[in-house]
């Protein structure tokens, strides 16, 4: 019955997280949300980047997100080298926590599985670092490739274009930072799996509404929301209404 339990914990997680990732990236095309409200900025940053003539504030910018990026990621594989060395003193680990109260002793199975999901979500984070950081040293050579602003062989159409382009690559940096950011949340998830099962399912769901709560509902996104004048998109039931 035991370990019954402790599959039913990690299919809640796998529940919580795969279905919020799917969850947030759909609502996000129905309502404002801090992803959409900074994937619109970042446009503008483009065509205010594309007005200036010395570009070192922007590079600056990118190298600072870079290196955001590159801190997580080398946190990862230090983290991945403490998981695998944990690994290797199973027994040790299994009887200092078997000693806690309410702490049921697993099997060694069990406790194996529950160090490998928690690697699993730390190789995901530092994928999903590494390759945010390369796409802001995309957008870094973007922005030394872009037109000046005295340029007058670019047409509006093209710096349009670029900027639109420039804005998407940052974007997906942005986006890909993000869910390795996630990551660390659902981590902080299957720790409280070591203690018990039950305390792995009400962690789960702790996180998740964290993040929504910090994605459509915080303060951070109203303040974000007031600093610019949105086009809110258009509810599919008014726009029924009206026809």
């Keep these: 019955m035991e370990n019954y339990l402790e599959f039913i914990a990690l299919g809640w997680f796998l529940i919580c997280s795969v279905g919020y990732t799917w969850y947030s ?3 996000a095309g129905r309502r404002a949300c801090l992803s959409n409200t900074l994937n619109l900025y970042r446009e503008d940053w483009m065509r205010v980047m594309l007005q200036r003539g010395n570009r070192m504030s922007d590079t600056s910018v990118v190298g600072n997100l870079e290196r955001n990026g590159a801190f997580f990621a080398s946190s990862c594989l230090l983290i991945l080298a403490g998981i695998i060395t944990a690994m290797g003193y199973t027994t040790e680990a299994m009887k200092i926590f078997a000693s806690m109260p309410l702490n049921p002793v697993p099997s060694r199975e069990i406790w194996e599985l529950r160090l490998l999901v928690l690697m699993v979500v730390f190789i995901y984070a530092f994928f999903k670092f590494t390759w945010s950081m390369r796409m802001y040293n995309f957008l870094a050579v973007m922005i030394g490739s872009a037109p000046l ?10 710096r349009e274009a ?6 998407k690559i940052c974007d997906l940096a942005g986006d890909a930072f993000n869910l390795g950011l996630r990551s660390y949340y659902y981590a902080l998830a299957v720790v409280a799996w070591f203690f018990h099962p039950i305390a792995f399912i009400v962690a789960s769901t702790w996180i998740i509404y964290v993040l929504y709560r910090r994605e459509f509902h915080s303060d951070a996104l109203s303040h974000l929301r007031s600093g610019k004048v949105f086009q809110e998109p258009e509810q599919p039931s008014k726009a029924k209404d009206k026809t």
């Design 25 to 27: 990236r759909n609502r």
């Design 149 to 158: 602003a005295e340029d007058v062989k670019t047409t509006p159409a093209g």
């Design 162 to 167: 670029f900027a639109r382009s420039a804005g």
